[in-house]
């Protein structure tokens, strides 16, 4: 793997429908950050060979209005996305070393604790991933804590 992008879910409902946390769907305006954070990947040539996306509603719900809007790619529903801590979403993209650039969609605190990880070599309390936020980062070696360069970064 040369290229990571994090892609945190967009804005999601709140859930006053009582469906439970996983469940919830896209705002409207949480749909539109999605289509918006498709159309940054495609002007920036973005173009995963494979993406892992966590099983809730609004991953799925982001990924399907950002599809659109990439190169075709083999896609994989990752139940151990939701609630992972970084060293389980290291544990799961070391399965994806072979596919050059990967696509994470997932949550917070996981994804931003992720790319701290990967910057800086450390996981404690890292503000970084807006909904709908993107982070490509490089990867030169091996996926080790501060062995990462923070490529691009884009949120609505």
Excluded: K
């Excluded at 659109?68 to 970084?86: C, G, K, R, S």
């Excluded at 996926?143 to 990462?148: D, I, K």
């Amino acid at each position: 793997m040369h290229e990571l992008v994090l892609l945190r879910h967009a804005e999601a409902e709140i859930d006053s429908l009582g469906v439970g946390d996983i469940s919830r769907p896209l705002s409207e305006r949480g749909r539109l950050a999605a289509q918006a954070a498709g159309r940054w990947l495609a002007g920036h040539r973005i173009a995963p060979m494979r993406v892992l996306c966590s099983p809730a509603t609004r991953t799925r719900e982001t990924l399907a209005l950002v599809q659109p809007h990439l190169a075709a790619a083999e896609v994989i529903i990752a139940p151990e996305i939701y609630e992972a801590t970084p060293g389980e979403l290291l544990a799961l993209l070391d399965n994806h070393l072979t596919a050059a650039t990967v696509l994470l969609v997932g949550h917070n605190p996981g994804l931003e604790r992720l790319m701290a990880l990967l910057l800086e070599g450390r996981s404690d309390e890292f503000r970084g991933m807006p909904t709908a936020g993107i982070a490509v980062l490089h990867l030169d070696q091996a996926l080790e804590p501060a062995s990462a360069q923070l490529n691009a970064f884009w949120s609505p």
